[in-house]
């Protein structure tokens, strides 16, 4: 694999944890579709005059002398206008935000974490990019999804991360499996077995017991043809028969049910599985290992690649008292997401494919060793699709605790899956 000589962060961006969620639940109460109250010349929040714009997103890591924000910077440069940039952690971001609705003072523009965009929407605090007059056609349709709610579309991606499994070549050579001959479950679990035969160790995966469990999960769970809205659905049950059956087998260690992310990485790194789930974000760090490495898609269990999640944030657009801003909100947003933009913003955060297909031909132009990772975005799946909204958080707390329940031996697969059917059907309607 060519090393890409790019900055990485080591974790995708998910959905805040049900907890946070639930304290922003508690902001919430009260907060209406309301204007973001203008200060002198009816300009958006923290004290912005008709030519300064707030943006608002959730890199602290990146101060005012990073290449970030240095390109935020130009495209308000390109619109004519300064823009005030402030950063949170993902979190803090959402409750500010949501504060700054109350209070009037909202930024115009909020680049946030995707499963938070139908937070924002569902306040009425955001305009549509149809109100803003931003047009959204070039947009892959699958990854546009999760800024949709109710049939409008409230936040644009700026990129997207996702899930795929990487290999280590000299173990699945030694098993004498071709990693391109994996194109559905049965071939992996065939790859599972011979790998087994030789004495290493199969897969590690991350089946701990908060978002990231379910995250890991999803592409299987997807894969199988099942849908968050039925969790007891025969294909949810395969898809958490096939995780249990790999423990049972062998071919994953029981360590996976407490397993985070970077913990399923570094058990991969150690050199000893065939494979390990992870993401986009981990590119570089596989380049530089003491072994070869690759990646392939997720297999769905009839072919093909299966619909994995999409991490990444949204550009949203805060409710504005005087209107006439959006069309250089609008401006600003355009300069962020032209082909070049979009390939600009995958180099510096190294792990985010473009959204658009014309920014995917270029960012393969400059490193093709993506295609794989361009083909996982291209099939994947925003979390909140399908009209979930704020209904995910809750959904998805009731999934991960199915695997935890499964996993452990705790209930069979079906019984942690229609427990969790039950639980979500009562905490949503």
Request: with cysteine; charged share 20%; net charge negative.
């Given at each position: 694999?060519?090393?890409?000589?790019?900055?990485?962060?080591?974790?995708?961006?998910?959905?805040?944890?049900?907890?946070?969620?639930?304290?922003?639940?508690?902001?919430?109460?009260?907060?209406?579709?309301?204007?973001?109250?203008?200060?002198?010349?009816?300009?958006?929040?923290?004290?912005?005059?008709?030519?300064?714009?707030?943006?608002?997103?959730?890199?602290?890591?990146?101060?005012?002398?990073?290449?970030?924000?240095?390109?935020?910077?130009?495209?308000?440069?390109?619109?004519?206008?300064?823009?005030?940039?402030?950063?949170?952690?993902?979190?803090?971001?959402?409750?500010?935000?949501?504060?700054?609705?109350?209070?009037?003072?909202?930024?115009?523009?909020?680049?946030?974490?995707?499963?938070?965009?139908?937070?924002?929407?569902?306040?009425?605090?955001?305009?549509?990019?149809?109100?803003?007059?931003?047009?959204?056609?070039?947009?892959?349709?699958?990854?546009?999804?999760?800024?949709?709610?109710?049939?409008?579309?409230?936040?644009?991606?700026i990129g997207a991360n996702t899930l795929a499994l990487y290999y280590n070549k000299?173990?699945?050579?030694?098993?004498?499996?071709?990693?391109?001959?994996?194109?559905?479950?049965?071939?992996?679990d065939d790859a599972l077995a011979k790998v087994a035969a030789t004495g290493n160790?199969?897969?590690?995966?991350?089946?701990?017991?908060?978002?990231?469990?379910?995250?890991?999960?999803?592409?299987?769970?997807?894969?199988?043809?099942?849908?968050?809205?039925?969790?007891?659905?025969?294909?949810?049950?395969?898809?958490?028969?096939?995780?249990?059956?790999?423990?049972?087998?062998?071919?994953?260690?029981?360590?996976?049910?407490?397993?985070?992310?970077?913990?399923?990485?570094?058990?991969?790194?150690?050199?000893?599985?065939?494979?390990?789930?992870?993401?986009?974000?981990?590119?570089?760090?596989?380049?530089?290992?003491?072994?070869?490495?690759?990646?392939?898609?997720?297999?769905?269990?009839?072919?093909?690649?299966?619909?994995?999640?999409?991490?990444?944030?949204?550009?949203?657009?805060?409710?504005?008292?005087?209107?006439?801003?959006?069309?250089?909100?609008?401006?600003?947003?355009?300069?962020?997401?032209?082909?070049?933009?979009?390939?600009?913003?995958?180099?510096?955060?190294?792990?985010?494919?473009?959204?658009?297909?014309?920014?995917?031909?270029?960012?393969?132009?400059?490193?093709?060793?993506?295609?794989?990772?361009?083909?996982?975005?291209?099939?994947?799946?925003?979390?909140?699709?399908?009209?979930?909204?704020?209904?995910?958080?809750?959904?998805?707390?009731?999934?991960?605790?199915?695997?935890?329940?499964?996993?452990?031996?705790?209930?069979?697969?079906?019984?942690?899956?229609?427990?969790?059917?039950?639980?979500?059907?009562?905490?949503?309607?």
């Amino acid at each position: 694999m060519k090393r890409l000589t790019l900055p990485i962060r080591t974790l995708p961006r998910l959905s805040l944890p049900v907890r946070g969620l639930a304290a922003v639940g508690v902001l919430t109460l009260g907060l209406t579709a309301c204007s973001s109250g203008g200060t002198e010349g009816g300009a958006g929040g923290d004290g912005a005059t008709d030519s300064t714009f707030t943006w608002w997103d959730p890199y602290p890591q990146h101060d005012d002398s990073s290449d970030w924000a240095q390109r935020v910077q130009a495209c308000g440069d390109e619109a004519g206008v300064t823009i005030e940039r402030t950063a949170y952690d993902t979190t803090a971001l959402t409750n500010q935000a949501l504060l700054s609705a109350q209070e009037g003072t909202s930024p115009d523009v909020i680049l946030i974490d995707n499963p938070a965009v139908s937070t924002l929407a569902d306040t009425g605090m955001l305009t549509t990019m149809g109100e803003l007059g931003f047009e959204t056609d070039a947009f892959d349709e699958n990854l546009l999804a999760a800024g949709v709610v109710d049939g409008e579309t409230y936040g644009i991606p700026i990129g997207a991360n996702t899930l795929a499994l990487y290999y280590n070549k000299a173990i699945l050579d030694a098993a004498g499996v071709d990693p391109a001959s994996i194109t559905d479950w049965a071939s992996l679990d065939d790859a599972l077995a011979k790998v087994a035969a030789t004495g290493n160790k199969g897969i590690t995966f991350a089946g701990i017991g908060t978002e990231e469990g379910s995250f890991q999960f999803l592409p299987w769970f997807w894969g199988a043809g099942a849908d968050l809205t039925a969790l007891d659905s025969p294909e949810a049950v395969e898809a958490l028969s096939l995780w249990k059956g790999w423990l049972d087998a062998g071919y994953a260690q029981q360590s996976a049910i407490n397993n985070s992310q970077n913990t399923t990485w570094e058990e991969f790194l150690t050199g000893t599985f065939a494979f390990g789930e992870n993401g986009t974000w981990q590119v570089n760090s596989a380049a530089e290992a003491d072994f070869e490495t690759g990646y392939i898609q997720i297999p769905a269990v009839d072919g093909g690649g299966a619909p994995a999640p999409t991490g990444g944030e949204f550009i949203t657009a805060p409710v504005q008292d005087d209107e006439a801003r959006y069309e250089t909100t609008s401006q600003i947003i355009e300069c962020m997401t032209t082909p070049e933009g979009l390939v600009e913003t995958a180099n510096t955060f190294a792990y985010y494919i473009p959204p658009t297909e014309p920014g995917q031909e270029a960012l393969l132009e400059e490193h093709p060793e993506l295609q794989t990772w361009v083909d996982a975005v291209r099939d994947a799946k925003g979390r909140t699709s399908d009209d979930l909204g704020t209904d995910y958080p809750v959904i998805s707390e009731q999934l991960w605790t199915a695997v935890q329940n499964a996993l452990s031996g705790a209930m069979s697969p079906e019984e942690a899956l229609s427990a969790a059917q039950q639980a979500a059907e009562s905490a949503t309607s």
